[in-house]
């Protein structure tokens, strides 16, 4: 079946530092690929998605591409800030499917 | 902007005993989700209606019910709560299967 698999974290960075959180995952098809955020306390957010091979989503710093050949989408931002300490899941979805899959979420914590 | 609305946000349940979570969007979605997030697994779906009218079994269906009442409202009812139904439970809603998936802020569900 589907699979998204992302690092597991905690990942703990200064605020400014480089972000990269790794997502792989496993499907037939197309998927659909998909960030979404959870702040604490707080339901999920889309942060970002790409519905093709090399398409790269993006939204507040965040970019991700996603690449077939490799069957990754991995987050990034350049400088990240003490408000984007969060839960970060990577998931995907069928192109006419009823749900998505996702990863075991990546709990980020930025420090001042 | 109210988008998905749940209650309650907190519950405590004794093992046995039976409660139903509420869930309506604004957004007049076609397709709602019931998900549960436990720690490291990321989110898992209960039960899904792709449509008013239909419910469909998602990944993890056991000892659940639902219920799609109209278009807005679709409840998540636990008939004879177990202690490893402790979990964080989403609704979610989309425009329909495939789209863009928002979320409710959560209802945490602890059985004792």
């Known amino acids: 079946g589907d699979s998204v698999t992302q690092m597991e974290g905690p990942v703990t960075l200064s605020e400014e530092a480089f972000l990269t959180i790794n997502c792989t995952y496993t499907a037939t098809g197309y998927p659909s690929l998909f960030w979404y955020v959870q702040y604490p306390g707080e339901g999920l957010q889309l942060l970002l998605k790409?519905?093709?091979?090399?398409d790269k989503g993006s939204n507040k710093g965040f970019e991700a591409t996603y690449r077939k050949e490799t069957t990754s989408f991995h987050l990034e931002k350049g400088s990240v800030q003490v408000s984007d300490s969060a839960v970060y899941f990577c998931a995907l979805a069928k192109a006419a499917g009823n749900k998505l899959t996702f990863g075991g979420g990546t709990r980020v914590l930025v420090k001042p | 902007n109210a988008g998905v609305t749940q209650t309650p946000k907190f519950q405590v349940l004794k093992t046995g005993q039976s409660m139903t979570l509420q869930c309506a969007q604004d957004m007049n979605h076609n397709s709602m989700y019931w998900y549960r997030q436990d720690p490291g697994m990321g989110l898992r779906l209960i039960y899904y209606?792709?449509?008013?009218?239909?419910?469909d079994k998602g990944e993890v269906p056991n000892g659940y019910n639902v219920s799609r009442l109209n278009k807005r409202e679709f409840s998540l009812r636990l008939e004879s709560a177990a202690p490893s139904q402790t979990s964080v439970y989403f609704c979610?809603?989309?425009?329909?299967?495939?789209?863009?998936?928002?979320f409710g802020e959560g209802s945490w569900l602890t059985v004792v």
């Open positions: 209606s792709a449509s008013e009218g239909t419910t």
């Open positions: 979610a809603s989309s425009e329909r299967p495939g789209n863009t998936i928002y």
């Open positions: 790409a519905t093709k091979a090399d």
